[in-house]
């Protein structure tokens, strides 16, 4: 294998390492610092929130919740939502819910967010990268994000593999000789 072919692959794969890393820190390791990770799949939050972001949520006590916050809440057992907050009320028995509006959208949502179903406030977002991570989360573009992976690997130590071949190729003719 020539000297400038593995001086490359040094550089590809250790940019291809950190671009990983990186990945993996945005969309896995925020759960260290106690932060949801969600991707915008609408356009009702637009312009502050566009289709395809990453949208990092932390936790909020929800009595701590005001009147143009920005909240993210459960609709269902699996489906999200992020829109603002344009109105409380409180129902006398300390359960409050939430008026809840998409900046984008011309009304109000049909139906109050009850206090137990906001998860938080999204803190800082990203653009586009909802699009890799809602790719990665589904087939088929989770088996090709494994298949690369693999590939990668084998790549990654392919040339180490070969040139102990080399090598060991070399002693065994020098033995012969």
């Known amino acids: ?12 794969s250790t940019v291809l390492v950190a671009l990983v890393v990186l990945l993996a820190a945005l969309l ?9 990770v969600f991707t915008i799949l609408s356009g009702s939050m637009e312009p502050k929130y566009p289709v395809g972001s990453l949208i990092y949520v932390k936790s909020v006590d929800p009595s701590q919740v005001k009147e143009g916050d920005v909240i993210t809440f459960l609709l269902s057992d699996t489906v999200t939502a992020t829109h603002r907050v344009v109105g409380i009320v409180d129902q006398g028995d ?5 008026r809840t509006k998409g900046d984008a959208n ?3 949502d049909g139906t109050l967010v009850h206090y137990k179903n906001v998860v938080g406030t999204p803190v800082f977002t990203i653009p586009y990268l909802g699009y890799f991570s809602n790719w990665i989360t589904h087939a088929p573009g989770k088996y090709i994000a494994i298949t690369a992976a693999v ?3 084998i ?10 071949a080399d090598e060991a190729d ?5 033995r012969k000789q």
């Not at 070399?170 to 020098?174: G, L, R």
């Open 94 to 98: 300390g359960a409050l819910r939430f």
């Open 1 to 12: 294998m020539s000297r400038n072919f593995g001086k490359v692959w040094n550089c590809v």
């Open 170 to 174: 070399k002693k065994a003719a020098e």
């Open 28 to 36: 896995a390791g925020a759960r260290l610092f106690g932060l949801q």
């Open 151 to 153: 590939v990668f690997l």
């Open 106 to 108: 011309d009304a109000e």
């Open 155 to 164: 790549l990654l130590f392919l040339p180490d593999m070969l040139k102990k």
